[in-house]
């Protein structure tokens, strides 16, 4: 049972009967209806701004359309009170038995319990880390991994048709960068000394195991041969073996796509000329002169014509190259070519997490898909800022291992999957955010994860202890779900089942915002009410959860606590995160 759908369908209830009775017009549109909880907790448990949303339509004061409607209201069973203010806002009150009612409907919805059809099985493509495959994941990749998998993960929670991707970006000449550097540590397998890693190559002790695995298949083959004899080949197998890199990094994270898209079949099938050609048919590609870049002008700047796409015509800053003077693509083309490939899959809304670094990039790709798909197709770059990483407050800058860059299989390894994917989500994807090793590990309120996992843990305790208080005692969901939930009255119970009330909509606000971050905060808000009833029976031995000479009122409070830990468990599952059951 979800009470914010409850009252949803009352409303439109209410509303047709008003249209009926000729006191609003007919067809009210309730598309931009809200009912979700007050932003005060003072001004009740529901509010709705449906008498701000009509009144152009009906014209009339939103004053008179909340009175008409709240009126209606008052009538649906379980409403205490219904208060208008100021302009029209509308506030709902429950009654006592309404709310204690929830912590049932919660237990028996189980696992369901919050999950929503708001996506309507909207196919929805999650493009995230989509990493140069030239090295393993560094920490710098560690938060979109995290986030584009949260994201997706609260998308299906909430209806969506999702397809988590990763581009494969195995075209440019980083790939032939990461071939002679591979081939490097191939020749230095078999007993060559390579000296000191030429500038431009990368060093990383990553490549060592590969170049080994290049003399064990292919031998002396390549010692001495010309380049144009290995590239290829050694181009494949460093790019397969860097996946198979990436591939176990995300691993360590629980982080798995559905679809690995290599740019590199893109050139090989002629996709980039087929979106181009779309595009041309449009009227949208000419062949016209860039400006030089905003700012200091290069020396060797030369104006030289190119084909070039009016990405202008779509908000764009300026048009953009798709093919060079000297005939080759663009990595925008590419690009093109990608995002039309996505929506010739059906999806009909393009997601795609970025670092900040990328932020340029964001309105020439949206330019595209629009022009691509007459403005049909929804496209939304996601940009993650960087993390910085500190130990006690000082910023941690080597690594012990790779002698340039942390990677993310360190920070695993030193501190476990569950404490980066939940820290990773405590702040909102654009906003910095601070890692430091001591605190993310530390047992406190201050520590996010350790406070909502300890919540879980906790409440397994407490059932654990009153199988023993009452041995028998029959603790399925069922027996829970038939306790008296009517000794529920005080101020900290009653704020706690409103709380959990609250879970569908939250967790639907926070898919329609492309938030999972706002999944952490609300977990970290349940378990701290949770906690707090707990210190609260410390005080009053009538609120304690397991109270050893009254059985009834102690399966009451066992249902109570369940509701929490399923709530939190569905949250975690949503981050990506374990819900332990003993620390």
Same mark, same amino acid.
């Given at each position: 049972?979800?009470? !914010?759908?409850?009252?949803?369908?009352?409303?439109?209830?209410?509303?047709?009967?008003?249209?009926?009775?000729?006191?609003?017009?007919?067809?009210?549109?309730?598309?931009?209806?809200?009912?979700?909880?007050?932003?005060?907790?003072?001004?009740?448990?529901?509010?709705?701004?449906?008498?701000?949303?009509?009144?152009?339509?009906?014209?009339?004061?939103?004053?008179?359309?909340?009175?008409?409607?709240?009126?209606?209201?008052?009538?649906?069973?379980?409403?205490?009170?219904?208060?208008?203010?100021?302009?029209?806002?509308? %506030?709902?009150?429950?009654?006592?038995?309404?709310?204690?009612?929830?912590?049932?409907?919660?237990?028996?919805?189980?696992?369901?319990?919050?999950?929503?059809?708001?996506?309507?099985?909207?196919?929805?493509?999650?493009?995230?880390?989509?990493?140069?495959?030239?090295?393993?994941?560094?920490?710098?990749?560690?938060?979109?991994?995290?986030?584009?998998?949260?994201?997706?993960?609260?998308?299906?929670?909430?209806?969506?048709?999702?397809?988590?991707?990763?581009?494969?970006?195995d *075209?440019?000449?980083?790939?032939?960068t990461?071939?002679?550097?591979?081939?490097?540590?191939?020749?230095?397998?078999l007993?060559?000394?390579?000296?000191?890693?030429?500038?431009?190559?990368?060093?990383?002790?990553?490549?060592i195991?590969?170049?080994?695995?290049?003399?064990?298949?292919?031998?002396?083959?390549?010692?001495?041969a010309?380049?144009?004899?290995?590239?290829?080949?050694?181009?494949? !197998?460093?790019?397969?073996?860097?996946?198979?890199?990436?591939?176990?990094?995300?691993?360590?994270?629980?982080?798995r796509?559905?679809?690995f898209?290599?740019?590199?079949t893109?050139?090989?099938?002629?996709?980039?000329?087929?979106?181009?050609?779309?595009?041309?048919?449009?009227?949208?590609?000419?062949?016209?002169?860039?400006?030089?870049p905003?700012?200091?002008?290069?020396?060797? /700047?030369e104006?030289?014509?190119?084909? +070039?796409?009016?990405?202008?015509?779509?908000?764009?800053?300026?048009?953009?190259?798709?093919?060079?003077?000297?005939?080759?693509?663009?990595? !925008?083309?590419?690009?093109?070519?990608?995002? %039309?490939?996505?929506?010739?899959?059906?999806?009909?809304?393009?997601?795609?997490? /970025?670092? *900040?670094?990328?932020?340029?990039?964001v309105?020439?790709?949206?330019?595209?898909?629009?022009?691509?798909?007459? %403005?049909?197709? %929804?496209?939304?770059?996601?940009?993650?800022?960087?993390?910085?990483?500190?130990?006690?407050?000082?910023?941690?800058?080597?690594s012990?291992?790779?002698?340039?860059?942390?990677?993310?299989?360190?920070?695993?390894?030193?501190?476990?999957?569950?404490?980066?994917?939940?820290i990773?989500?405590?702040?909102?994807?654009?906003?910095?955010?601070?890692?430091?090793?001591?605190?993310?590990t530390?047992?406190?309120?201050?520590?996010?994860?350790?406070?909502?996992?300890?919540?879980?843990?906790?409440?397994?305790?407490?059932?654990?202890?009153?199988?023993?208080?009452?041995?028998?005692?029959?603790?399925?969901?069922?027996?829970?779900?038939?306790?008296?939930?009517?000794?529920?009255?005080?101020?900290?119970?009653?704020?706690?089942?409103?709380?959990?009330?609250?879970?569908?909509?939250?967790?639907?606000?926070?898919?329609?915002?492309?938030?999972?971050?706002?999944?952490?905060?609300?977990?970290?808000?349940?378990?701290?009410?949770?906690?707090?009833?707990?210190?609260?029976?410390?005080?009053?031995?009538?609120?304690?959860?397991i109270?050893?000479?009254?059985r009834?009122?102690?399966?009451?409070? +066992?249902?109570?606590?369940?509701?929490?830990?399923?709530?939190?468990? *569905?949250?975690?599952?949503?981050?990506?995160?374990?819900?332990?059951?003993?620390?």
């Open positions: 049972m979800n009470i !914010f759908d409850t009252f949803t369908g009352a409303l439109k209830a209410i509303v047709c009967g008003l249209e009926n009775d000729g006191r609003l017009p007919k067809d009210m549109d309730l598309k931009n209806v809200t009912i979700e909880p007050p932003r005060e907790a003072t001004h009740g448990d529901i509010a709705t701004n449906i008498a701000m949303v009509l009144t152009r339509q009906a014209r009339m004061k939103p004053r008179d359309i909340a009175d008409m409607v709240a009126a209606g209201l008052r009538d649906v069973d379980g409403v205490e009170r219904v208060d208008v203010a100021g302009p029209g806002f509308i %506030n709902i009150i429950l009654k006592r038995q309404l709310i204690q009612s929830q912590v049932a409907a919660i237990l028996n919805a189980g696992g369901n319990y919050g999950r929503s059809k708001i996506g309507g099985h909207e196919k929805v493509n999650v493009e995230y880390v989509s990493v140069n495959p030239t090295g393993p994941l560094h920490v710098g990749h560690c938060r979109g991994a995290i986030f584009g998998d949260a994201l997706a993960s609260l998308l299906d929670y909430t209806g969506y048709d999702v397809t988590r991707e990763y581009y494969i970006n *075209a440019g000449g980083q790939i032939d990461l071939a002679r550097s591979a081939y490097l540590r191939y020749r230095e397998a007993g060559a000394d390579i000296g000191k890693i030429p500038e431009g190559l990368y060093p990383g002790d990553y490549l195991p590969v170049g080994k695995a290049l003399a064990e298949k292919f031998g002396r083959r390549w010692l001495e010309d380049e144009s004899e290995w590239l290829h080949d050694i181009r494949q !197998f460093s790019t397969d073996a860097m996946m198979d890199l990436i591939r176990s990094d995300l691993d360590t994270l629980s982080i796509h559905d679809v898209f290599s740019e590199l893109l050139h090989k099938s002629g996709k980039i000329q087929a979106a181009l050609d779309k595009l041309e048919d449009k009227g949208l590609i000419y062949t016209g002169v860039l400006e030089a905003k700012g200091t002008r290069p020396d060797d /700047w104006e030289r014509p190119q084909t +070039l796409f009016k990405s202008t015509d779509f908000g764009d800053d300026v048009d953009r190259a798709v093919k060079k003077s000297d005939g080759s693509w663009t990595y !925008f083309a590419a690009d093109v070519a990608y995002h %039309n490939d996505k929506v010739e899959r059906g999806f009909t809304s393009l997601i795609d997490v /970025w670092g *900040a670094d990328h932020g340029g990039y309105k020439r790709v949206e330019a595209v898909v629009k022009a691509l798909t007459d %403005n049909r197709v %929804n496209f939304d770059a996601r940009l993650c800022q960087m993390v910085r990483l500190l130990r006690d407050g000082t910023p941690v800058k080597m012990k291992r790779s002698g340039a860059f942390i990677t993310m299989r360190d920070i695993v390894n030193e501190v476990g999957r569950d404490v980066v994917r939940f990773m989500l405590t702040r909102k994807n654009d906003a910095s955010l601070d890692f430091d090793f001591a605190r993310v530390e047992q406190s309120k201050d520590n996010p994860v350790f406070y909502v996992q300890y919540a879980h843990a906790r409440v397994h305790s407490v059932l654990r202890k009153a199988d023993i208080a009452f041995p028998g005692i029959n603790l399925s969901v069922a027996s829970l779900a038939d306790a008296d939930m009517t000794i529920f009255s005080d101020s900290s119970e009653l704020s706690l089942i409103r709380n959990m009330m609250n879970w569908p909509r939250f967790v639907e606000a926070a898919a329609l915002a492309r938030e999972p971050h706002r999944i952490s905060y609300y977990l970290y808000e349940l378990a701290s009410e949770f906690h707090a009833m707990w210190n609260k029976g410390n005080d009053n031995l009538d609120l304690r959860f109270i050893e000479d009254d009834a009122k102690t399966l009451s409070r +066992l249902a109570l606590i369940s509701a929490v830990a399923g709530i939190i468990m *569905a949250g975690l599952d949503i981050l990506g995160v374990e819900p332990v059951t003993e620390m």
